[in-house]
């Protein structure tokens, strides 16, 4: 069975960076297209960013263009999300989310991790 395991969350002081990595088994990863999606408190869901099958290629949401970095590592089945210079408004439960269709950017989306709580203060 498909599995999606985010951990690295916690608190930390704006300006900051955190990289919390997400650990996949149950399917072969290469063939999905990975996503991290976040949901701030009182707020729905964000899409945050994708990764191709091969690493070759990604894609940001405007909010964190140039600030954040998404990387795999298929051998080692895990998913990365590297947040730089993080503010209030990055406070979220980030999840990982693996792709319904293999080799499908945004067709659907239907296996989610628990989520990671990354919360911004001072």
């Known amino acids: 069975q498909v599995q999606l395991v985010e951990s690295g969350g916690g608190s930390v002081q704006p300006g900051r960076l955190r990289r919390p990595p997400c650990a996949a088994s149950?399917?072969?990863?290469?063939?999905?297209?990975l996503y991290w999606v976040r949901q701030a408190p009182g707020k729905g869901l964000e899409w945050v960013s994708a990764?191709?099958?091969?690493?070759?290629?990604?894609e940001y949401a405007d909010s964190v263009k140039g600030l954040s970095a998404i990387s795999r590592d298929n051998a080692k089945n895990t998913l990365c999300l590297q947040m730089n210079s993080l503010k209030s408004e990055d406070t979220a439960l980030y999840y990982c989310?693996?792709?319904?269709?293999?080799?499908?950017?945004?067709?659907?989306?239907?296996?989610w991790g628990q989520g990671t709580l990354v919360t911004v203060s001072s």
């Open positions: 990764i191709n099958t091969g690493g070759s290629r990604t």
């Open positions: 149950g399917f072969t990863s290469m063939v999905y297209w």
């Open positions: 989310v693996k792709e319904a269709t293999p080799d499908r950017f945004l067709n659907a989306l239907d296996a």
